[in-house]
């Protein structure tokens, strides 16, 4: 057993203040007893820390909630701040706040020394800016560093506990640290530099489990690094940084007891690319000129120096372009030759086709020895100290061809079964009993877990999960097989259409990209004269969605005139033949490609 003083943490950030809008300054006074101001130089761009003097008797007062940080586009410096927030729970008794609206404020009052062009790419940006933190949801804590695990917190020595939030922040789950560098780099800017995390947060408190109540709540932080959409950010890439990376943690606080379990997902650590052409299942390509195992071991010597061992769980297709994709990962593995990684595969499609989800128990009984050796994490409290009874020795790192629906429904099985391990252990549940036997709990679970899925998937495709309502309901239903195919065709859309801007508002919130001064007059646009027009290419597979029903319509259509139904079916019939056409020769010139930063699509 280890003692330690607590999941104490140095509490620096200022939780509220007023904002007054001056035409030289931005001034930010925190609120309570603090007696200082923060003088933002509209002119200069210098920030500076000043006792209250009045500075800010002559604008009108406004509440902000916090200082995303501050980005430079082609107008100058802008500050973002925080405008409206929502609270979603509590872990260990501190508030969690997911933001619900932000401001984006100009140091410059006016753009006049800017060019048209300038002026034109600036109005994008700046949408492009909104959008990336309109995506839900973003979060952040006063009080608790978000971007830890429970077992990462309790390992902190006494110097990371007096750091700042900032200071001691996972880098991996910090999003807006790009935004803070200025925060970052001067002590005294420290109580105003927020992290922000990018996930989903489910709060789920005084859950009643037998003769007790417990609270439970879901944590997913996706990192910031390779972050992005769903065809323009796969794999891995030269540091060893994986698409769509989350770590997901399950807390529960019981009595005097605080556990978790945590999982990760993350896309196959290969060097592989599925650029959209218009079809419904682009190309998988393996790139072959790559180093794929100098990257795989980069990003495993990470992963087993935050986790320990890893079990990867691969969900893909055994046959096909993921059959492919999943050989080079085994491979990959077995060269590795370590024995902190286990490669397990289970051929989800095939295993659980024409509905026979009960299959899934084969992949639980495989990985049940896993489970039991890796444990969980467990403090118990008393008064100021915390006891630690156990600490996670593993991880699964689960992945399919997304990491989101088919991953989603195997970690959300896992995570039941290592809860039940927990609440066994400290005694609200006895030896052999399952949460099946708990209908408030298991139904909060699977609400929680769905609630999880989709917000992981709308983050990376655009759409709510598929396969949820097996996580919701336990059972796959026929309606949640219509639901999916909705979703599916959502995606398509999405995809194709919609996702270059969404990639590169990504890029451009996470400071992949910086605009520099000449771009639009020595530099060249980042987007070309079509960017504003691209879009318009959506209307050919549109017309041809509206064809096919009016074909079918005409099909369909009473026999009254004969010879004018038939020219009516042959001239939709053409219709859906030349659109075909079109979209087939030309696939990639109809995509949404991104603008800013194209050259991460492949990762080197």
């Not at 922000?196 to 690094?225: E, F, K, T």
């Not at 690319?273 to 980069?298: M, N, S, T």
Request: hydrophobic letters at 45%; a neutral charge.
């Amino acid at each position: 057993f280890l003692r330690i003083q607590g999941f104490q943490l140095r509490t620096m950030l200022f939780e509220a203040m007023g904002l007054a809008r001056m035409d030289d300054y931005y001034y930010l006074r925190a609120g309570g007893q603090d007696a200082t101001v923060l003088c933002v130089d509209r002119i200069s761009s210098r920030l500076t820390v000043e006792a209250d003097r009045g500075q800010m008797s002559a604008g009108a007062l406004e509440s902000i909630c916090g200082i995303i940080g501050i980005i430079n586009l082609l107008g100058g410096p802008y500050l973002i701040v925080i405008t409206r927030r929502r609270e979603v729970g509590t872990i260990r008794g501190h508030r969690i706040w997911r933001i619900e609206d932000i401001d984006i404020l100009p140091f410059a009052r006016k753009s006049l020394h800017l060019s048209e062009t300038q002026t034109s790419d600036e109005a994008v940006l700046l949408s492009m800016l909104r959008a990336a933190f309109a995506t839900p949801s973003f979060y952040f804590s006063y009080t608790w560093d978000l971007t830890h695990t429970l077992q990462r917190v309790a390992a902190f020595t006494p110097a990371q506990q007096g750091l700042s939030q900032a200071e001691r922040a996972d880098p991996r789950f910090y999003w807006n640290r790009s935004l803070q560098r200025e925060f970052l780099e001067r002590k005294e800017l420290a109580p105003y530099a927020l992290p922000i995390v990018h996930g989903h947060i489910s709060a789920m408190p005084g859950l009643p489990v037998a003769s007790s109540y417990i609270d439970v709540v879901l944590v997913s932080r996706r990192s910031a690094r390779r972050a992005g959409t769903r065809f323009f950010r796969r794999g891995i890439d030269v540091h060893g940084h994986v698409a769509n990376y989350v770590e997901t943690e399950q807390i529960v606080q019981a009595g005097s007891y605080s556990g978790s379990y945590v999982q990760t997902r993350g896309s196959v650590p290969l060097f592989w690319e599925q650029v959209p052409d218009l079809r419904y299942k682009p190309r998988i390509a393996v790139l072959p000129a790559a180093d794929h195992a100098g990257a795989f071991r980069r990003h495993f010597e990470e992963q087993i120096g935050v986790y320990g061992r890893n079990v990867l769980v691969d969900l893909v297709d055994q046959h096909g372009h993921e059959g492919a994709l999943g050989t080079a990962y085994r491979d990959l593995a077995a060269e590795a030759a370590s024995p902190l990684l286990k490669y397990v595969a289970f051929d989800f499609h095939k295993e659980c086709r024409n509905m026979q989800w009960h299959r899934l128990g084969l992949l639980l009984d495989k990985l049940a020895a896993d489970l039991a050796e890796q444990g969980y994490f467990l403090a118990q409290t008393a008064g100021h100290a915390d006891t630690i009874l156990q600490i996670q020795m593993g991880v699964f790192r689960c992945n399919c061809i997304d990491c989101l629906d088919r991953t989603n429904v195997v970690q959300s099985m896992l995570a039941r079964k290592s809860l039940e391990a927990l609440l066994q252990r400290i005694g609200v549940m006895v030896p052999g009993e399952g949460i099946d036997a708990q209908p408030a709990l298991l139904f909060a679970l699977r609400n929680a877990w769905t609630d999880n899925a989709n917000a992981c998937s709308i983050q990376y495709s655009g759409t709510e999960a598929l396969k949820t309502d097996f996580t919701r309901t336990g059972t796959r239903t026929k309606q949640g097989l219509l639901q999916d195919g909705l979703n599916s065709l959502g995606r398509y859309y999405k995809n194709n259409f919609a996702d270059g801007f969404r990639q590169d508002a990504i890029d451009l919130a996470l400071g992949n990209y910086f605009p520099s001064p000449g771009v639009g007059v020595s530099v060249p646009s980042p987007f070309p004269p079509a960017f504003s027009t691209k879009r318009g290419f959506a209307a050919v597979p549109l017309v041809l969605l509206a064809a096919l029903a009016m074909l079918i319509a005409s099909l369909l259509m009473p026999v009254t005139e004969g010879l004018l139904q038939m020219l009516y079916v042959l001239f939709w019939f053409f219709v859906v033949v030349l659109c075909g056409r079109i979209m087939t020769a030309y696939g990639k010139d109809f995509v949404d490609m991104p603008h800013l930063c194209p050259q991460a699509v492949r990762g080197y």
